[in-house]
Structure formats: structure tokens, C-alpha cells
């Protein structure tokens, strides 16, 4: 028995990561709904992905509504900017009283602004710098 069914996934950003998160999460038995404003990033999902797609902006109101941001078990705000993870996330989580919503941050500096309102972050910078600090260090930990 999966304890998965029932889930609902809301992926805003369907690059590499968006895309692949998406495909596992519904191979999984998840329900997803991704967003993204330019239709090719679609061709990141795998053939065997049986979610739904939105084509539009996530910064939109309308866009997030039809997405049902509001019922989501989980937002993961993925695209390749900051300021508009920063915006998306504050729309889900205030607006839509979303409840869990990750937001992907590439700059360090800015992750104690999302950790301030409650967004959690997966930030590819600081995992990158943790990852290759371990090679430096090496066995001398």
C-alpha cells in the first residue's frame, strides 16, 4: 500500500530539477500539477509522467488558482530566480495559506529572508560548496 496516494505536489519551474522532481513524485503515486511560462520546459517531464501541466506565470493570481495552490501538500518553488521564488512563495504560503512550500534559492545571502517567513529552502549553491568543502577537508575532519 503506498501512504503516497492522495498527495498533492504543486511544482512552479519544470527545468531539469522541476521536471525530474515531477516525473519521480508521480511515479510514485503522487498527484502534480507543474507550472512553468515556457512550453518546451515541459519536454523535462519523463513520457511516463501523468500529472497535469499549467502553462503560465506563476507570479499570476489566476495562474496559482487554477493550480489549487490552497490545497497543495507541498509547493516547491523552482525557478531560476530568487526574487521570484521570494514572490511566489509569499503568494502561496499569505495569499493562499499554503502549507508547506521549498523554495530553491541560489544565493546564500538571501536564505534568512525565506527562513523568516517560513519557507523552507534547498539552496544548490551551499550544497555545492558543502559537497566540494568535503573533498578539501578531506579525511582531516
Known amino acids: 500500500m503506498k501512504n503516497n496516494e492522495g498527495l498533492y505536489l504543486v511544482i512552479i519551474g519544470c527545468g531539469k530539477v522541476g521536471g525530474n522532481v ?11 500539477v507543474v507550472i512553468d511560462k515556457n512550453e518546451k520546459a515541459f519536454e523535462n517531464l519523463s513520457v511516463e509522467f501523468t500529472g497535469f ?4 506565470d506563476a507570479t499570476e493570481k489566476d495562474v496559482l488558482i487554477e493550480a489549487k495552490v490552497e490545497k497543495a501538500d507541498y509547493i516547491f518553488v523552482l525557478t531560476d530566480d530568487d526574487n521570484t521564488n521570494f514572490l511566489i512563495s509569499m503568494a502561496c504560503k499569505y495569499y493562499f495559506a499554503a502549507k508547506n512550500v521549498v523554495a530553491r534559492v541560489y544565493e546564500p545571502d538571501n536564505i534568512q529572508l525565506f527562513n523568516e517567513y517560513n519557507v523552507a529552502v534547498v539552496s544548490p549553491t551551499v550544497l555545492a560548496i558543502d559537497k566540494l568543502s568535503d573533498f578539501v577537508v578531506g579525511d582531516s575532519k
Open 22 to 32: 515531477a516525473s519521480k513524485a508521480s511515479s510514485l503515486g503522487y498527484n502534480v
Open 53 to 56: 501541466t499549467i502553462l503560465g
